[in-house]
C-alpha cells in the first residue's frame, strides 16, 4: 500500500483523481496545498522541490521511501496500483482455496501469469547509472574525427584536426607497446587488440 505526502493547491480536481484513487486504495496520503507547507508558485520553484520534481508541477506526490511522481493521472495509478494490478487476481487465485469461489483453472493459471509480471514489475532493478555521467561533456566530437581519419589524408588532414580538436580536460592519450609485433602483420590485426583491450578496461 503506497503511503506519502501529495503537493498540491487548494481545490485542484487534477487532485482530487489521485486522492479518489487513495481512498479507494486504502493509502495513506497526506495532502499539502497550503503555507507554512506548501506555497504555490513558491514553493514548487524552490531547488529542494525541483531536484524532487523537475517539472515543477503540481499535484506531486512522494512516497515515505523517497519515489516520487508526478502529473494526477501517474499519481493516482501508482497509488491505486495494489488494488488494480495485484488485488484482483490475487483474489482470483487465493479465494478458491478459502472456499469464497469457485475453482478455474484456466482463471487461476491466467491469475498467476499477470502476478508474476507484476512482481517482475516491482522487482526490477533501475539501470546502473553511468559512472562518467559526473563529468562534464567533452567538445571534442569524437565521431567527427573518425570521418576524417576515414576520408581524408591522415598526415595532412586527420592527425592536424585531431590536435587542434583534442579535448585534453575530457579525454587522454595512452601509448602502448605490443610484446609480439612481429605478429601485427595487418592494420585490422592491430586494432582488433586494440578494441579487446579498450573492452578489458571498461568491464
Not at 75 to 94: G, H, L, N, R
Not at 127 to 148: G, I, N, Q
Not at 163 to 190: A, C, I, N, V
Request: charged share 20%.
Amino acid at each position: 500500500m503506497a503511503a506519502g505526502t501529495l503537493y498540491t493547491y487548494p481545490e485542484n480536481w487534477r487532485a482530487f483523481k489521485a486522492l479518489i484513487a487513495a481512498q479507494y486504495s486504502g493509502a495513506q496520503v497526506r495532502v499539502l496545498s497550503a503555507p507554512p507547507h506548501f506555497h504555490f508558485g513558491q514553493t514548487n520553484r524552490t531547488p529542494e522541490f525541483l531536484r524532487k520534481f523537475p517539472a515543477g508541477k503540481v499535484p506531486a506526490f512522494e512516497g515515505d521511501d523517497g519515489f516520487c511522481v508526478f502529473e494526477s493521472n501517474a499519481i493516482a495509478y501508482y497509488v491505486s496500483f495494489a488494488d488494480s494490478d495485484i488485488v484482483p487476481p490475487a483474489s482470483t487465485w487465493v479465494f478458491p482455496t478459502l472456499g469464497m469461489m469457485h475453482h478455474n483453472k484456466q482463471a487461476t493459471e491466467n491469475a498467476k501469469e499477470e502476478l508474476d509480471e507484476c512482481e517482475q514489475a516491482l522487482a526490477a532493478e533501475p539501470k546502473a547509472k553511468d559512472p562518467f555521467a559526473h563529468l562534464p561533456k567533452s567538445t571534442f566530437v569524437l565521431d567527427e574525427f573518425k570521418r576524417k581519419y576515414s576520408n581524408e589524408d591522415t598526415l595532412s588532414v586527420a592527425l592536424p584536426y585531431f590536435w587542434d580538436h583534442f579535448d585534453k580536460d575530457g579525454w587522454s592519450l595512452w601509448y602502448s607497446e605490443y610484446r609480439f609485433p612481429e605478429e601485427l602483420t595487418q592494420t585490422f590485426m592491430s586494432c582488433n587488440l586494440i578494441t579487446e583491450c579498450s573492452s578489458d578496461w571498461t568491464n
